[in-house]
T-cell receptor, first 110, second 113 residues
Framework: EDQVTQSPEALRLQEGESSSLNCSYT??????LFWYRQDPGKGPEFLFT???AGEEKEKERLKATLTKKESFLHITAPKPEDSATYLC???????????FGTGTSLTVIP | DSGVTQTPKHLITATGQRVTLRCSPR?????VYWYQQSLDQGLQFLIQ???????AKGNILERFSAQQFPDLHSELNLSSLELGDSALYFC????????????FGPGTRLTVL
């Protein structure tokens, strides 16, 4: 069964304390892996797309990496404004369906 | 602001009723996706339309239906509503070309009493 699991469920960091969020997936064939940021009561905001193992993408303090079974979202020297829920999603090769994880809720304390 | 608009923002209705949620994609986007987000289940993919045609189907209930019109706006119809249908409903759109990077609207919060 195709699925996406994110860990940890919640993460509290001090400002400046770097860490990583994990997204592991099982899908029959991966068309793409997507990272989104979601603020409370708002729609998810697109961050990155990764297509193949070994690929990396960076944007400001965020860096996403992909292996054959998981993806990491590395957050370097986070700031309070990085506090949000980070969602991972995969698109399967067959059927074009999208599967979202339940997210990691990140809180960065000043 | 993603450029995707959804109406209404909030909807309160009773069990057994029928409602229609509306979505306008970003200019130039041909794909529209519908998602349901509830507290206990996260974001669930319902259905995707591409230029008026159904492209992919997720866990969409038979009581729910959607369509995409020639002007590319989309509507999600929910009927015989149950308490468990209370959730945030998001629409997203993506550009043609296969990259499938989705841009989400602000959502419609549906409350079924």
């Amino acid at each position: 069964e195709d699925q996406v699991t994110q860990s940890p469920e919640a993460l509290r960091l001090q400002e400046g304390e770097s860490s990583s969020l994990n997204c592991s997936y099982t899908v029959s064939g991966l068309r793409g892996l997507f990272w989104y940021r979601q603020d409370p009561g708002k729609g998810p905001e697109f961050l990155f797309t990764l297509y193949s193992a070994g690929e990396e993408k960076e944007k400001e303090r965020l860096k996403a990496t992909l292996t054959k079974k998981e993806s990491f979202l590395h957050i370097t020297a986070p700031k309070p404004e990085d506090s949000a829920t980070y969602l991972c999603a995969v698109q399967a090769d067959t059927g074009n369906q999208f599967y979202f994880g339940t997210g990691t809720s990140l809180t960065v304390i000043p | 602001d993603s450029g995707v608009t959804q109406t209404p923002k909030h909807l309160i209705t009773a069990t057994g009723q029928r409602v229609t949620l509306r979505c306008s994609p970003r200019s130039g986007d041909l794909s529209v996706y519908w998602y349901q987000q509830s507290l206990d289940q996260g974001l669930q993919f319902l259905i995707q339309y591409y230029n008026g045609e159904e492209r992919a189907k997720g866990n969409i209930l038979e009581r729910f239906s959607a369509q995409q019109f020639p002007d590319l706006h989309s509507e999600l119809n929910l009927s015989s509503l149950e308490l468990g249908d209370s959730a945030l409903y998001f629409c997203a759109s993506s550009a043609p070309g296969g990259r499938n990077e989705q841009f989400f609207g602000p959502g419609t919060r549906l409350t079924v009493l």
